[in-house]
């Protein structure tokens, strides 16, 4: 590249922090970084200039790691009202961070679900109402139907990933988050299990996942979906469970199988036929026994949350909590689902129109993040006055093979290759010609960040 052209493109080159007023507006912790509510300040900038507000992500480490790569090169080609929109990507010279513009969600189902249980323990209020649980089901199959159509799975579907638009034009819209562990699955797969030991958060882990199945498939995400609908309409995780191997790489976990089984009762072959053929079927049938499972059925589980098991509702979720994986309903077919059929109809705003009883989201301080976010925040906003509702989604994952700036080129194109199984130097530079809409802050870029 020409010298006087790339010192000319860096002096125009806008900073993200010349563009946004973020400083102090830490709203979240995900895996791959910090996310920070943000308002534009350059009114006459002519990247973006609308007073909006947003979401940026602050990418962990230096470089582009194989895993903000992947989010990238995802989430810019996909556009659906259900899925969250990446409005522009930075890359900082100075500190070579990689920041990633969304769309600004002031809610999500961790906050919704956990504000109707705090409510219910105080026995104030009730669960989530019920076309609301409607309205967001149905929004989220949508989101993951689009996904799905595009070859693309999400695989770690859970309520702090589903947010949902606060006040503004698309009030009350589910939005599907946090695409860091979504591939495409087109190409050959290389066991996924290998390169992420901890993909999903056990709890909406499907059995397959926890039996050794070496690939994720669709209906990964539809169990996960299940697990959902199902606290959506009672307000507590339906497969519940201390998580103490979080970091481990094993994928069978005894006793998250356990909590399944004692809310589902123990598979029969009738009914799993393939489950023998599962790569870790030898220690189930070692460590468990169908017999202490006899009394335990999801009808029964579901009653005890007062859950009718002759509504529409209740078959539905055992559609999408089927064990066998091949039976598992497709999202598709979900959306038709005689539920939906049945007034009332789900709706667009989530809310239906009806005032948001739900608190905004905190500004974290540094230190409440060292603590688990359980302290008090350091600002509160609110919609409705209320207190401090709490802390941040527990356990954060556990980050395999953090990249180092020396790797992450490297790394970058391995992934690339991966994703769109293509060899050699063809496919990173074929990336390279794909992202022109990427806007850079960096002149003397590594190849890794050359690429965008
Ligand atoms: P993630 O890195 O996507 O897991 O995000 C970590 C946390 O930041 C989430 O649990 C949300 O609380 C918050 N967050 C992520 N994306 C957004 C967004 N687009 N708008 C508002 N908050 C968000």
Redesign the pocket.
């Known amino acids: 590249m020409d010298f006087e052209y790339k010192q000319r493109t860096a002096q125009e080159r806008k900073k993200v922090e010349d563009l946004f007023d973020y400083e102090g507006c830490k ?7 910090s ?1 920070y509510k943000a308002k534009n300040k350059d009114r006459l900038s002519t990247i973006i200039s609308d007073g909006k507000e947003y ?1 940026l ?1 602050q990418i962990e480490g230096t470089g582009i790691s194989m895993s903000a790569c992947r989010e990238i090169a995802l989430l810019r080609e996909l556009k659906h009202p259900n899925v ?1 929109s990446l409005q522009k990507v930075f890359l900082s010279h100075q500190d070579r961070k990689v920041w990633l513009l ?4 002031e809610h ?1 189902l ?1 906050h919704i679900i956990k504000f109707h249980r705090s409510a219910k323990a105080t026995k104030k209020a009730v669960n989530v109402p019920k076309n609301m649980v409607k309205n967001l089901l149905y929004q989220i199959l949508d989101g993951i139907h689009y996904l799905h159509a595009n070859w693309v799975l999400h695989r770690d579907l859970k309520p ?2 589903i ?1 949902v638009m606060g006040e503004g034009c698309e009030r009350g819209r589910v939005k599907i ?2 695409m860091g562990f979504a591939r495409l699955f087109n190409a050959p797969l290389k066991p996924l299990a290998d390169l992420d030991p901890v993909v999903v958060t056990f709890w909406y882990r499907a059995p397959e996942l926890l039996l050794g199945a070496r690939h994720y498939t669709k209906a990964i995400d539809i169990w996960a979906i299940g697990c959902i609908f199902a606290e959506l309409l009672t307000s507590e995780p339906i497969f519940h469970c201390r998580q103490e191997d979080i970091k481990t790489s094993n994928p069978y976990h005894h006793d998250q199988l356990d909590r399944i089984f004692n809310v589902m009762g123990f598979p029969l072959e009738k009914d799993w036929e393939d489950i023998r053929k599962m790569p870790e079927h030898g220690t189930l049938m070692k460590d468990f026994k169908r017999s202490s499972y006899g009394n335990c059925n999801l009808t029964k589980y579901m009653e005890k949350h007062k859950i009718k098991p002759d509504g529409k509702a209740f078959h539905l979720l055992q559609k999408l909590l089927t064990m066998d994986p091949t039976k598992r309903i497709t999202s598709e077919q979900a959306m038709s689902d005689p539920y939906f059929l049945e007034d009332p109809k789900p709706a667009n705003d989530v809310f239906e129109g009806m005032p948001i009883p739900y608190p905004k ?1 905190e500004f974290l301080t540094d230190d409440e993040e060292d603590k688990g976010a359980s302290g008090a925040a350091s600002k509160q906003q609110t919609n409705n006055g209320s207190s401090n509702h709490g802390q941040q ?1 527990p356990a954060k994952r556990a980050r395999v093979m953090p990249p180092t700036s020396s790797t992450a080129s490297s790394m970058v194109t391995t992934e690339y290759q991966h994703m769109h199984n293509v060899q050699g130097q063809g496919g990173s530079q074929q990336m390279a010609y794909n992202s022109g809409s990427l806007t850079q802050t960096s002149s003397t870029a590594t190849s890794a960040y050359q690429r965008f």
């Open positions: 709203v979240g912790r995900g895996t791959y970084g996310v979401a992500k969250i969304f769309d600004y969600a999500d961790w702090a990933n947010l988050a946090d989201r989604p």
